[in-house]
C-alpha cells in the first residue's frame, strides 16, 4: 500500500459547461519546485527536474470535446540494477476524447476501438491529474543506469554442470548440433 501525497498536487480544473463550444481554450501547467516534488512522490520517483504540460481543449461536434497536449518532462529515477540516480528527458503527445455518449459495443465479442484514448464526458477535468497521469505512461519502466548489466545468473544443484543463459535459448540445441555437424564435416575433410 503506497503512503498519502503529502505536499499538494498541481490542479487547474476546467468545467466544460464554462468553456465556450466554438472555439479551442488553451491552457498551460508549469509546476514550481513544490509542484514538481508532489508529483515525484505521487509517481514514487526521485525527482522531476522540468515538468510542462501544454495544450487546448477543442469542441468536436455540439457536445463532444478534445485535448491535445504537449508534455515535457525531465525526471530522475532508480537504476533497476544499481539503484543509481537515471535522468530521461521525456516529450509526449497527449490526446483524449471526452464524448457526451460512448459507442454501444453491444454484447458478446467486442473489438477495441482505434480511439483508445476516448472517455465519457465528465463535469469537469483537472488538467493536472491529466498531466499526472500522461507522464505516469510516459515513465520509462525498467530504467538503467550507462553500464549497468544484470550479469549472468547461474543455478544448480550441487555437483551439476550449470546451464548458462546461452544454452537456455530456443536455438541453443540447434546451435550445438550445427557445430557438431560442422566439425564432423571438418574431420571427414582430414
Same mark, same amino acid.
Given at each position: 500500500?503506497?503512503?498519502?501525497?503529502?505536499?499538494?498536487?498541481?490542479?487547474?480544473?476546467?468545467?466544460?459547461?464554462?468553456?465556450?463550444?466554438?472555439?479551442?481554450?488553451?491552457?498551460?501547467?508549469?509546476?514550481?519546485?513544490?509542484?514538481?516534488?508532489?508529483?515525484?512522490?505521487?509517481?514514487?520517483?526521485?525527482?522531476?527536474?522540468?515538468?510542462?504540460?501544454?495544450?487546448?481543449?477543442?469542441?468536436?461536434?455540439?457536445?463532444?470535446?478534445?485535448?491535445?497536449?504537449?508534455?515535457?518532462?525531465?525526471?530522475?529515477?532508480?537504476?533497476?540494477?544499481?539503484?543509481?540516480?537515471?535522468?530521461?528527458?521525456?516529450?509526449?503527445?497527449?490526446?483524449?476524447?471526452?464524448?457526451?455518449?460512448?459507442?454501444?459495443?453491444?454484447?458478446?465479442?467486442?473489438? @477495441?476501438? #482505434?480511439?483508445? /484514448?476516448?472517455? =465519457?464526458? %465528465?463535469?469537469?477535468?483537472?488538467? $493536472?491529474?491529466? @498531466?499526472? #497521469?500522461?507522464? /505516469?505512461?510516459? =515513465?520509462? %519502466?525498467?530504467?538503467?543506469?550507462? $553500464?549497468?548489466?544484470?550479469? #549472468?545468473?547461474?543455478?544448480?544443484?550441487?555437483?551439476?554442470?550449470?546451464?548458462?543463459?546461452?544454452?537456455?535459448?530456443?536455438?541453443?540445441?540447434?546451435?550445438?548440433?550445427?557445430?557438431?555437424?560442422?566439425?564432423?564435416?571438418?574431420?571427414?575433410?582430414?
Amino acid at each position: 500500500m503506497e503512503a498519502p501525497v503529502t505536499k499538494a498536487l498541481p490542479s487547474q480544473i476546467l468545467r466544460f459547461a464554462d468553456l465556450r463550444n466554438r472555439r479551442d481554450t488553451t491552457f498551460e501547467i508549469a509546476p514550481d519546485a513544490g509542484g514538481r516534488d508532489a508529483v515525484a512522490e505521487a509517481l514514487g520517483i526521485p525527482g522531476v527536474k522540468k515538468l510542462r504540460f501544454e495544450g487546448r481543449i477543442a469542441p468536436l461536434g455540439k457536445s463532444d470535446w478534445s485535448l491535445e497536449a504537449r508534455l515535457g518532462a525531465t525526471v530522475v529515477q532508480q537504476c533497476v540494477v544499481t539503484l543509481a540516480p537515471v535522468t530521461t528527458r521525456i516529450d509526449e503527445a497527449v490526446r483524449r476524447s471526452y464524448l457526451s455518449e460512448m459507442p454501444d459495443f453491444g454484447t458478446g465479442e467486442v473489438e @477495441m476501438p #482505434e480511439d483508445d /484514448s476516448a472517455e =465519457l464526458l %465528465p463535469t469537469e477535468i483537472d488538467l $493536472g491529474e491529466v @498531466m499526472i #497521469e500522461a507522464l /505516469s505512461l510516459a =515513465l520509462p %519502466p525498467f530504467p538503467r543506469a550507462d $553500464g549497468a548489466s544484470l550479469g #549472468e545468473a547461474v543455478y544448480t544443484e550441487p555437483g551439476a554442470r550449470p546451464m548458462t543463459d546461452d544454452e537456455v535459448k530456443p536455438f541453443a540445441g540447434l546451435a550445438g548440433l550445427r557445430d557438431a555437424l560442422e566439425n564432423k564435416d571438418e574431420d571427414s575433410d582430414k
